[in-house]
């Protein structure tokens, strides 16, 4: 409910801010808006499916509304071809407060509107972080000090990377902080790591991404050395089934006392796949011992307890690099943040189009989108998504498909070049071409959804 909670939210937030980029310049030009609407009030793409609103009260010449279909929103703006499929209003002569009617400069503004205001809502939105909260990161010459990574998913042995590694670079980039390493890492070809004093290179596959999807990983499979307590035992894993419980302090394996993660995983993979090792537990204030099974891939199925503050790091001996914001001095932050964000998604998405990486497979849906944001509300964490999405939304806006505010903005570009309208009939069929490409998209991403969160 919390995750559901927030999800709506946030989606809320960021359409009614996106249509109403639209919105103010539309007003600005004195063009008519007939509609605003959070979310569809028909079975999107078709306009004349079950066409009911929740909530409407019309204010003016704009009915404001609440539609029953939740997966985005529109304003419908007199003389344009959109969402609604208006055709009938297209056969009458254009009137001076059409969109049509428009020079085709303001016309481009108003279609540039809701991605103008996505962009400037992340710059604020991540501004505000770092001027409220500040920033806490964990510099990765400070996990290469205390000895490397730990490898905390079999995914990252099969890659090549062992406990203890200190992680330098992808594709000879340095990695500058432990934050940054799985999003690095799934869109690189190769590691620089330093082991055994000396440097090395490890070959990243091209479907890295497909091999996460297949593995089901969700979690991070690098962490830092730390004691061995349970912070999530996975679902149907030897660990689950001997007992072991989230806040475990994991002492010993074998008869072997550990003090990290390494120490455990080391003594696990020498066992024998689907043999049985004792591990004791320290709860509280029992010690117990526990027979759990080994899978075949040499785990027992648990992740460690990750800190999560200056507090918890300084005790385990690692500093964090802190640092507060001044309001002024958080907006250029904000952007630079907002671009390192955007420039990470893009590199994502150019690997979604590339069928050899299989990083398809892992497009998802609301669900997914939702899942994100966690089952507790942290509101660093919310805003922090909410940015990301905010930044996602106007990308994904921009792209030249008829249907999205991109495709409406390339034939005004036309039509400024080369000095003639492009017809509107042509409009009609492009826009409906787009639309049936969103909802393929959009049954694609969201049947993913439904398979890997309840079919699995």
Do not use: C
């Not at 946030?10 to 980029?21: F, K, N, Y």
């Not at 730990?150 to 042995?157: E, F, G, L, T």
Request: charged share 20%.
């Amino acid at each position: 409910m919390i995750q559901a909670l927030q999800f709506i939210l946030a989606l809320s937030i960021l359409i009614v801010l996106h249509e109403g980029g639209h919105f103010f310049f539309a007003k600005l030009f004195k063009t008519r808006v007939e509609k605003f609407y959070l979310f569809f009030d028909f079975l999107f793409p078709f306009s004349n499916i079950l066409p009911f609103s929740l909530f409407k009260k019309k204010v003016g010449e704009t009915t404001y509304g609440i539609g029953w279909f939740p997966l985005g929103g529109y304003v419908k703006i007199a003389g344009m071809v959109d969402e609604s499929m208006d055709k009938e209003q297209m056969k009458q002569p254009p009137q001076p407060w059409e969109f049509r009617s428009k020079p085709a400069w303001q016309r481009l503004l108003i279609m540039l509107g809701g991605i103008i205001v996505n962009v400037l809502l992340a710059f604020v939105i991540y501004a505000m972080i770092l001027f409220a909260w500040g920033s806490e990161r964990l510099p990765m010459s400070e996990v290469n000090q205390q000895g490397g990574i730990s490898v905390v998913d079999s995914i990252a042995y099969d890659l090549g990377f062992q406990d203890g590694d200190k992680i330098l670079a992808f594709d000879e980039k340095p990695v500058t902080y432990f934050s940054n390493l799985m999003a690095d890492l799934i869109t690189a070809k190769t590691a620089t790591i330093e082991r055994g004093g000396s440097q090395q290179t490890i070959n990243l596959p091209n479907n890295l991404i497909e091999q996460f999807i297949d593995s089901k990983t969700q979690n991070a499979i690098f962490s830092i050395p730390l004691p061995v307590i349970v912070g999530k035992v996975e679902r149907g894993s030897g660990a689950e089934q001997a007992g072991i419980q989230p806040k475990d302090k994991l002492t010993a394996a074998a008869g072997i006392p550990v003090g990290s993660m390494p120490e455990i995983r080391k003594i696990i993979k020498q066992q024998q796949p689907g043999s049985t090792i004792d591990i004791t537990v320290q709860r509280a204030s029992e010690t117990l011992t526990l027979p759990v099974s080994v899978s075949d891939s040499g785990t027992i199925g648990f992740l460690p307890v990750i800190p999560v503050n200056t507090k918890d790091f300084a005790q385990l001996g690692y500093k964090l690099e802190t640092r507060e914001y001044g309001f002024f001095e958080a907006f250029p932050a904000g952007v630079a943040m907002a671009y390192d964000k955007l420039a990470s998604y893009v590199k994502q998405v150019k690997m979604m189009l590339n069928p050899s990486t299989g990083a398809y497979k892992g497009l998802g849906g609301f669900v997914s989108m939702a899942k994100i944001y966690g089952t507790d509300w942290d509101w660093v964490r919310f805003w922090n998504i909410t940015a990301t999405l905010s930044l996602i939304l106007a990308f994904m806006n921009i792209l030249p498909i008829p249907g999205l505010d991109g495709g409406y903005v390339v034939f005004t570009l036309i039509e400024m070049v080369t000095g003639r309208k492009v017809n509107e009939k042509v409009l009609e069929a492009a826009t409906t071409v787009g639309l049936v490409l969103l909802l393929i998209l959009m049954v694609y991403a969201n049947g993913n959804d439904i398979f890997r969160h309840f079919l699995q």
